[in-house]
Structure formats: structure tokens, C-alpha cells
């Protein structure tokens, strides 16, 4: 009885989700590269976080790759077979995530849930996320003893 059950369910899903067929939850490689160049363009790069660990340098990794060219032919096989096997690890982005990601960069969650103020200045220290973002603007571009006096007057708490 629950492998009759279990058949018409899975049957009933393939049927609503059409698993096997190419939908509107499949985009061309053509169509996710052109989304994944308009993120990177469009994204705003971070002075504080290393380019290794960049939202541009993940999306480059997932850009679907061309067919070989002549260029790519005088290549080992090896090679080639290792760059197809990281790529075949490498899942293509889903549509679900290309727009979430759109989702971010238009910040349509910040506009659909605002922060109350009494979050983003607490009665104990009101400028504390103010101070926090001017940090972040000012530390890349100190020099080294202007960072090492920062963190003398971190340890000592000068006030």
C-alpha cells in the first residue's frame, strides 16, 4: 500500500513540478551569464573585504564557460579534463538565486522591513552604529601607525 502511495505521490509531483522537462526554472547558460555580468557590474565592491572573498569574484566562478576554441585545443587533456570536472562541481546558479541575489543588490528587503530607530541608536550608546560605519569608511585608507595607534587606544581605552 505505501509503495502505491508513495508512486502516485512522486508521479503527482514530477506532474506539478515537471522535473524532467526545460521551464522557467531553467535559464539558458546564455541567459545566466548575461544575469551574472549584470550582478558583477552592478554590485558595489567592499574596500574592507579581500577581492578573494568578493561577491564578483563568487559570481565569476559560476559564469558558465564557452565550448572549447581553438586557443583551448592546444591545451593537455588533463587540464581540460580537470577544468571540466571542477566545472560539472561547480552548480550553475538557479533562477531562484539569481533573483535573490537581485533581491539584495536592490535592497528590497531593507525597503520591505524597515529597522525601527530605537534599534539602530540604542538608548546606551546612540552614535555606536554611526561610529561602526564611519570605521569602515576610514580603515582603508590609514597607513600602518595610524592603525597601530587605533589599536593602542582600543587596548587602552583612552577617553
Given at each position: 500500500?505505501?509503495?502505491?502511495?508513495?508512486?502516485?505521490?512522486?508521479?503527482?509531483?514530477?506532474?506539478?513540478?515537471?522535473?524532467?522537462?526545460?521551464?522557467?526554472?531553467?535559464?539558458?547558460?546564455?541567459?545566466?551569464?548575461?544575469?551574472?555580468?549584470?550582478?558583477?557590474?552592478?554590485?558595489?565592491?567592499?574596500?574592507?573585504?579581500?577581492?578573494?572573498?568578493s561577491?564578483?569574484?563568487y559570481?565569476?566562478?559560476?559564469?558558465?564557460?564557452?565550448?572549447?576554441?581553438?586557443?583551448?585545443?592546444?591545451?593537455?587533456?588533463?587540464?581540460?579534463?580537470?577544468?571540466?570536472?571542477?566545472?560539472?562541481?561547480?552548480?550553475?546558479?538557479?533562477?531562484?538565486?539569481?533573483?535573490?541575489?537581485?533581491?539584495?543588490?536592490?535592497?528590497?528587503?531593507?525597503?520591505?522591513?524597515?529597522?525601527?530607530?530605537?534599534?539602530?541608536?540604542?538608548?546606551?550608546?546612540?552614535?555606536?552604529?554611526?561610529?561602526?560605519?564611519?570605521?569602515?569608511?576610514?580603515?582603508?585608507?590609514?597607513?600602518?601607525v595610524?592603525?597601530?595607534?587605533?589599536?593602542?587606544?582600543g587596548?587602552?581605552?583612552?577617553?
Amino acid at each position: 500500500m505505501t509503495k502505491t502511495v508513495r508512486s502516485s505521490f512522486l508521479s503527482n509531483m514530477k506532474a506539478t513540478c515537471k522535473i524532467n522537462s526545460p521551464g522557467p526554472m531553467q535559464l539558458s547558460p546564455k541567459t545566466v551569464s548575461a544575469h551574472i555580468n549584470r550582478l558583477i557590474s552592478r554590485w558595489p565592491s567592499d574596500p574592507v573585504r579581500p577581492s578573494s572573498v568578493s561577491v564578483q569574484t563568487y559570481l565569476k566562478t559560476r559564469l558558465p564557460t564557452s565550448s572549447p576554441s581553438a586557443t583551448t585545443q592546444s591545451q593537455s587533456q588533463s587540464q581540460i579534463q580537470s577544468q571540466s570536472q571542477s566545472q560539472s562541481q561547480q552548480p550553475q546558479l538557479s533562477s531562484s538565486s539569481i533573483n535573490a541575489l537581485y533581491s539584495l543588490l536592490e535592497n528590497r528587503y531593507e525597503k520591505q522591513y524597515p529597522l525601527p530607530q530605537n534599534l539602530r541608536h540604542p538608548r546606551s550608546a546612540p552614535s555606536h552604529y554611526d561610529d561602526v560605519l564611519r570605521e569602515f569608511s576610514e580603515a582603508p585608507g590609514r597607513g600602518w601607525v595610524k592603525r597601530m595607534m587605533e589599536k593602542v587606544k582600543g587596548v587602552l581605552r583612552f577617553q
